[in-house]
């Protein structure tokens, strides 16, 4: 299946030109330089499995809608946002979830060669991508022992085969790669694991991401959360009002990483 999606999209490039996939022209650069301009980013929503919600019973109740319809209003809403604040930071980009029927083999296809492992979240002062951590295992009293890590953690998006982005590039011309690999919804009174104080009373929305360049290097990755009110059940106005933080913070993430 896998080498499948790979010829697949060898042979969209063999027999299309260049041209005819672009998206959005990039417009005149006034904070940024003409390098940082020149990029294009592919947006890869998050797969359907990774939205973790602990509040889609308040939301229900008060809209009527499904878990299903919950879930996909939020992993456009969340693509849409990025879409915006990538526009408005001289960005030029493809949502992979503006047309859901042209590019729904190519984003199943990105998700074959994809892997997630829970890492820790790296500091965003002094970025450098997180590495794959050793578990400590000692044997007490005859049993296996496991050291449990409460440092920060994130879903890290993995790409299992180098390949599939100088593909994708040379039919989307797309050479930097935002990858949303879960979103959180969490309820209030709830605790991140390592957190120390009181209870939260407001709600949190998490986002993991992760950031690859053309070699398939980790530019940046993390989460990017914002708190809200307890009150606010309509997964609309969530978006409306929220997002577009979120959004702007992984997008500043994104401009600095590229200015190095």
Do not use: C, W
Not at 45 to 58: T, V
Not at 169 to 190: C, H, P, Q, R, W
Not at 211 to 224: C, F, K, Q, R, V
């Amino acid at each position: 299946m896998k080498k499948h999606f790979l010829t697949y999209l060898l042979s969209i490039v063999i027999l299309t030109t260049f041209s005819q996939h672009t998206t959005i022209a990039p417009k005149e650069n006034k904070s940024n330089s003409k390098a940082l301009s020149s990029h294009k980013i592919m947006l890869i929503p998050f797969e359907p499995k990774l939205y973790m919600s602990e509040i889609d019973h308040n939301l229900n109740t008060e809209t009527g809608m499904s878990a299903k319809d919950i879930k996909f209003t939020f992993r456009d809403g969340i693509n849409d946002a990025l879409f915006k604040a990538f526009k408005k930071d001289n960005l030029s980009s493809l949502d992979l979830m503006s047309d859901t029927v042209k590019y729904k083999k190519d984003l199943n296809g990105i998700y074959q060669y994809l892997s997630y492992e829970y890492q820790k979240t790296p500091n965003q002062e002094n970025y450098e991508p997180p590495k794959k951590e050793k578990k400590n295992k000692t044997i007490e009293k005859g049993q296996l022992k496991v050291e449990t890590n409460t440092d920060d953690r994130f879903m890290n998006a993995k790409i299992t085969n180098a390949k599939v982005i100088p593909l994708l590039y040379a039919k989307y011309k797309t050479d930097v790669f935002v990858f949303i690999n879960e979103l959180d919804l969490k309820a209030s009174g709830t605790k991140s694991p390592g957190d120390v104080g009181e209870e939260s009373k407001y709600r949190k929305i998490v986002v993991h991401y992760t950031i690859y360049d053309l070699n398939a290097t980790e530019l940046n990755s993390g989460t990017a959360e914002i708190l809200f009110e307890p009150t606010l059940n309509n997964p609309k106005k969530i978006i409306s009002k929220h997002f577009s933080e979120i959004a702007t913070t992984i997008s500043q993430r994104l401009n600095k990483a590229l200015n190095k």
